[in-house]
């Protein structure tokens, strides 16, 4: 079966064509007949059972049905979750059980949704296949040989394969938006501060992210305006003048102009992946806006100025696991530094070990100025020049990703390669704009993603304008 739109689930649930029971059931079981992509690390069975009956009896007593009664969902595993152990995929944090859970999640529940498994990802988030996760690879719905992208690549593929209507993820530099273009899907990455991060495992906190993966632009809608807005737990969130709201404002699309990144086009994307995205640009232009083309030269800077950045915040967030409050801890340690070193050496894997010795490199005072210091004044440099394009733009668009999803292996003997997938996806983290990835067409049977940005805190002007080219294109 495949699920319809969440409003359509909820309605049957408030009509008693359906139970919330049933749908955990048929959940859980897509999660077994799928079983070979391996898009989950743990399942909430006997939690998301229960949670499906109390609502179930509301129902029955003609309680009022709540926006997301009885829909089942699917959150990666570096968000905090009651009832399942939340390793982000690691070792050092196998089996751990937080003591409180994501501000996004209690959002879900209160509005009836319920948490049927953890998704996969690579360890930490770091990585853009999976194959950094210290547990197992996920398979990409349309070639078990390939990737399905990441780090949040287990939650694109269970929302690709049906498993469930809906999932959440997060994207520091792209995890999101690429495998939800390697797996068909949307994906969306909101605005930096839309979604609290409260209970959700910190990788670059100047740059993470808070999304959703559906099958289209009416569910994205439909579950952002119920975990965004402001959260005192995250002081970081924005006003809630800001939120993503479910009501889709019509556009005069002659008075909209978009801008297609110029850079994104250059030499390194697949010509077969040009293709796809010039004919998706073309039927967007024949719907009466103005396309032009536009530069933004610092882009080309991005990608090095996220891998100094990045790995800076991402060794002062794993400084936390240390091997003495939670998570891994060495027991045969003959000493506190001992401790600290054995710990953190059988803990972490060589993604997580590498990013924190990048970061503490550029933070090390000898080589913070050439490093850390620069990095950070050539990323003023690609907000200042995002606005300026802004002032004459709506939306900017490019492909997702210059590739389709590679083979599993392919890429995993060089950081470089690996790291180029993210070419086109950090600008939009760096800036903390909303961006956009759209199912755009198939080169080889394989998908392609259409990449769209917003100005910052303009979520649902981006979302609004997704809409019409939902219907207008798709
Ligand atoms: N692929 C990027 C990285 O490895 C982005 C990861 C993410 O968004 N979590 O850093």
Redesign the pocket.
């Known amino acids: 079966m495949s699920w319809p739109k969440i409003e359509s689930i909820v309605e049957s649930l408030s009509s008693g064509q359906t139970t919330a029971t049933e749908n955990v059931k048929v959940a859980l079981s897509n999660i077994k007949k799928n079983s070979q992509y391996q898009t989950v690390i743990s399942t909430l069975d006997k939690e998301a059972l229960e949670r499906a009956k109390l609502i179930d009896l509301d129902i029955l007593n003609n309680k009022k049905v709540a926006k997301l009664a009885g829909v089942p969902f699917i959150a990666k595993d570096n968000f905090l979750v009651f009832g399942a152990p939340t390793t982000a995929a690691s070792n050092i944090l196998k089996g751990f059980h937080a003591p409180y859970q994501a501000t996004a999640i209690d959002k879900l529940e209160s509005e009836g949704a319920i948490c049927v498994a953890k998704a996969n ?2 360890a ?5 296949s999976t194959e ?1 996760s210290d547990f197992f690879v996920t398979k990409n719905p349309y070639d078990l040989e390939r990737v399905a992208g ?3 690549g287990g939650s694109a593929a269970s929302v690709a394969l049906d498993i469930v209507p809906f999932s959440v993820g ?7 938006r ?1 495998p939800a273009s390697f797996c068909n899907v949307v994906g969306f990455k909101p605005s930096y501060g839309m979604v609290s991060r409260s209970g959700v495992i910190a ?2 906190s100047s ?2 992210t808070i999304g959703t993966f559906s099958k289209n632009i009416a569910d994205t809608r439909y579950v952002m305006s119920i975990i965004s807005g402001r959260d005192p737990l995250d002081s970081t969130t924005l006003d809630d003048s800001f939120k993503i709201v479910n009501k889709h404002q019509k556009m005069t699309l002659s008075k909209i102009k978009i801008g297609i990144i110029k850079e994104y086009l250059a030499d390194d994307l697949n010509p077969d992946v040009k293709k796809v995205i010039l004919s998706a640009i073309n039927k967007i232009k024949r719907m009466g806006l103005v396309v032009d083309e536009v530069s933004i030269p610092s882009i080309d800077l991005a990608l090095s100025v ?2 100094v950045l ?1 790995p800076a915040e ?1 060794a002062s967030n794993l400084s936390r696991y240390d091997g003495q409050r939670f998570g891994y801890s060495y027991l045969e340690a003959s000493n506190l530094e001992d401790s600290y070193l054995k710990s953190r050496t059988i803990g972490f894997g060589d ?1 997580a070990k590498t ?1 924190i010795m990048i970061g503490s490199y550029v933070l090390s005072s000898g080589y913070y100025d050439a490093y850390y210091k620069k990095a950070q004044t050539v990323r003023t440099k690609l907000i200042n020049d995002f606005n300026q394009v802004f002032k004459n733009y709506d939306f900017l668009i490019g492909p997702t990703v210059p590739d389709v999803a590679f083979k599993i292996g392919e890429k995993s003997s060089s950081k470089l390669e ?2 180029l ?2 070419i086109m ?2 600008a939009a ?1 760096l800036v903390g704009i909303p961006a956009i990835s759209l199912p755009a067409g198939f080169v080889n049977n394989l998908p392609v993603g259409l990449q769209l940005m917003g100005q910052i805190g303009k979520d649902n002007q981006l979302l609004d304008f997704c809409q019409e080219i939902e219907e207008n294109i798709c």
């Open positions: 990802m690579d930490f988030a770091h990585g853009s950094n990441g780090s949040s997060t994207d520091t530099g792209g995890s999101i690429q990788m670059g740059l993470d996220y891998y990045c991402v993604e990013r690996m790291y997938n993210d996806t950090v983290n």
